[in-house]
């Protein structure tokens, strides 16, 4: 069972493991396979449900929503993240010519309103914006938030893939603190680890979101030399361990950072996510997790 903690000092408590709802678009169930698989995840633990406003084209939500609908008292029973701030180009919005980021008060709001409409739910636990956005203005985005939560519309903020001087510029304008920094983490790509993001959250007491975990497949079948030396080093610690598959090593891996980040699972199936589960029962040793991190940088620690 998965276990559910505090994520930040005067933060909510989530589920150790998020289940990722961007592709949802791509998993083919209808409203009530989408309600099975939702209650399936929560009976495992996994209670935190991460969104976005543009996942599938702007559809994850809706499709999120109509499952909800057929049962709205689960909606007790989970925490809704979800991101705004990225203006894609759509035939939903003809006018757009380039994709861009919008993190004006006016965008933050009607982004809120659309997710809670697309949602089926009265309000949201935690709102991220998505992509740092070099057009800013730091005080304006506090006014979004401080409407917001005066509202009862959205209960916490945080931020996703924010180096840490973005997130200390937001957090200045805002008197609460920001929860999270949803990033990517997996053995292909972790410069978060070396470029000061996780160690501010530690420093916070802040847990991060993981997206990526799994590198987007590409552990799995890349054909590159660093995508070979990681796959083979994890296969031997998944021997070592008896873990059942590289994903649950993958996993573990992730959870052995200090900042203990939440991994965010992307399968629509839900065996794909019990062994998720059961990789929390996988510790990996130090001289395991730097295995893999010296097969994905192609040399030894310095």
């Given at each position: 069972?998965?276990?559910?903690?505090?994520?930040?000092?005067?933060?909510?408590?989530?589920?150790?493991?998020?289940?990722?709802?961007?592709?949802?678009?791509?998993?083919?169930?209808?409203?009530?396979?989408?309600?099975?698989?939702?209650?399936?995840?929560?009976?495992?633990?996994?209670?935190?449900?991460?969104?976005?406003?543009?996942?599938?084209?702007?559809?994850?939500?809706?499709?999120?929503?109509?499952a909800l609908a057929l049962e709205p008292s689960v909606r007790d029973q989970i925490e809704i993240v979800t991101k705004c701030d990225i203006k894609l180009c759509?035939?939903?919005?003809?006018?757009?010519?380039?994709?861009?980021?919008?993190?004006?008060?006016?965008?933050?709001?009607?982004?809120?309103?659309?997710?809670?409409?697309?949602?089926?739910?009265?309000?949201?636990?935690?709102?991220?914006?998505?992509?740092?956005?070099?057009?800013?203005?730091?005080?304006?985005?506090?006014?979004?938030?401080?409407?917001?939560?005066?509202?009862?519309?959205?209960?916490?903020?945080?931020?996703?893939?924010?180096?840490?001087?973005?997130?200390?510029?937001?957090?200045?304008?805002?008197?609460?603190?920001?929860?999270?920094?949803?990033?990517?983490?997996?053995?292909?790509?972790?410069?978060?680890?070396?470029?000061?993001t996780l160690d501010q959250l530690q420093m916070k007491r802040i847990k991060p979101m993981a997206w990526s975990c799994l590198g987007g497949g590409a552990i799995?079948?890349?054909?590159?030399?660093?995508?070979?030396?990681?796959?083979?080093?994890?296969?031997?610690?998944?021997?070592?361990?008896?873990?059942?598959?590289?994903?649950?090593?993958?996993?573990?891996?992730?959870?052995?950072?200090?900042?203990?980040?939440?991994?965010?699972?992307?399968?629509?199936?839900?065996?794909?996510?019990?062994?998720?589960?059961?990789?929390?029962?996988?510790?990996?040793?130090?001289e395991q997790w730097f295995r893999v991190w010296a097969a994905s940088k192609g040399h030894g620690v310095p």
């Amino acid at each position: 069972m998965v276990a559910k903690v505090e994520i930040a000092p005067q933060g909510p408590q989530f589920s150790e493991l998020v289940q990722g709802y961007w592709r949802t678009a791509e998993w083919g169930m209808s409203p009530q396979e989408r309600l099975t698989f939702l209650k399936q995840h929560i009976e495992l633990g996994i209670t935190t449900v991460d969104h976005a406003d543009i996942y599938g084209d702007y559809s994850c939500e809706r499709l999120f929503g109509e499952a909800l609908a057929l049962e709205p008292s689960v909606r007790d029973q989970i925490e809704i993240v979800t991101k705004c701030d990225i203006k894609l180009c759509s035939a939903a919005f003809p006018e757009r010519k380039i994709n861009h980021y919008d993190t004006s008060k006016a965008h933050i709001l009607a982004s809120v309103d659309n997710s809670l409409s697309r949602l089926n739910v009265d309000h949201i636990d935690v709102l991220l914006i998505h992509r740092p956005d070099v057009l800013m203005d730091a005080d304006e985005v506090a006014e979004a938030f401080a409407e917001l939560k005066q509202q009862g519309k959205v209960s916490h903020f945080g931020v996703s893939n924010f180096t840490p001087a973005q997130f200390d510029l937001l957090q200045s304008r805002w008197d609460a603190p920001l929860v999270t920094n949803q990033v990517e983490i997996n053995p292909l790509n972790f410069e978060v680890c070396h470029d000061g993001t996780l160690d501010q959250l530690q420093m916070k007491r802040i847990k991060p979101m993981a997206w990526s975990c799994l590198g987007g497949g590409a552990i799995f079948s890349g054909q590159t030399e660093q995508q070979i030396r990681v796959r083979d080093e994890l296969e031997a610690i998944r021997e070592e361990t008896g873990a059942a598959s590289i994903d649950q090593v993958i996993f573990a891996w992730v959870r052995r950072l200090p900042s203990r980040p939440l991994p965010i699972i992307g399968s629509g199936k839900i065996e794909r996510v019990q062994a998720a589960v059961d990789a929390l029962d996988i510790e990996l040793t130090r001289e395991q997790w730097f295995r893999v991190w010296a097969a994905s940088k192609g040399h030894g620690v310095p």
